[in-house]
């Protein structure tokens, strides 16, 4: 059963995003802030042993305010905790932070993405926002669009690189300009107004913009 799972079987509230993998170094801040911000949060995670920690109210690692935050979100309700895909089904949002490895050539790996998509397509409402935010190869954006359309599900997809630090990431999300890369003007607008929750400033380009600004300032 899943932490902060529906008791009875009774219907699960409707989430504002979901976070895959939402209890690492960079997503768990996100998942934080956001829920800091009022958004009703589902972080997805298939580290069981993490969830356990985080709905005790500990931090599964370091990272400056988190430990006073987490503690004053917890009993709000607003973040929810569970190892099952199919939470994904209960938002029009979700925000895909996968590493991208390369060869022994230093050729890009896709095949997290794939997989990230393979696992959560069954799942994702028609019409949801993807939001990448990995330091990615450039097309990157374009391929995961059409992957998701290869499994059945049309999905619109923006891509928000984090450039934040380990250690300073609650700082540093409210105060860094977030970049908002996308094709389509509805992606952009759906994604600003997602980190428009605690961001203040925003850069908006295309999706290749996006992905070369965080190659270069990585």
């Known amino acids: 059963t899943d932490v902060g799972a529906a008791p009875n079987g ?3 509230p409707e989430l504002d995003v979901v976070v895959l993998g939402g209890a690492g170094h960079l997503r768990l801040p996100l998942s934080l802030t956001l829920a800091d911000s009022g958004a009703r949060v589902g972080i997805f995670d298939r580290d069981a042993t993490k969830l356990e ?3 005790g109210g500990e931090m599964p690692f370091m990272e400056a305010g988190a430990d006073v935050l987490l503690t004053r979100i917890l009993p709000t309700g607003r973040l929810e905790l569970g190892t099952d895909p199919a939470m994904c089904a209960r938002t029009d949002t979700v925000v895909v932070v996968v590493g991208t490895p390369v060869d022994e050539f230093l050729g890009p790996s896709m095949a ?3 997989d990230s ?5 069954p799942h994702v409402r028609a019409g949801a926002l993807i939001v990448l935010r990995s330091t990615v190869f450039p097309g990157t954006t374009a391929y ?3 992957r998701f359309h290869d499994r059945g599900s049309e999905v619109h997809v923006a891509f928000c690189p984090e450039r934040i630090a380990e250690g300073r990431a609650l700082e540093e999300l409210r105060s860094l300009p977030q970049i ?4 389509e003007p ?3 607008d759906r994604a600003e107004a997602l980190f428009a929750r605690f961001a203040a400033r925003f850069i908006r380009t295309s999706t290749r913009e996006a992905e070369l600004a965080k190659l270069f300032t990585n």
């Open 112 to 114: 997290p993405f794939e």
């Open 117 to 121: 998509v393979d696992e959560i397509a």
């Open 53 to 55: 920690r985080l709905a």
């Open 186 to 188: 509805e992606a952009g």
């Open 144 to 146: 995961v669009r059409e």
């Open 10 to 12: 009774s219907t699960a």
């Open 180 to 183: 908002i890369g996308a094709d």
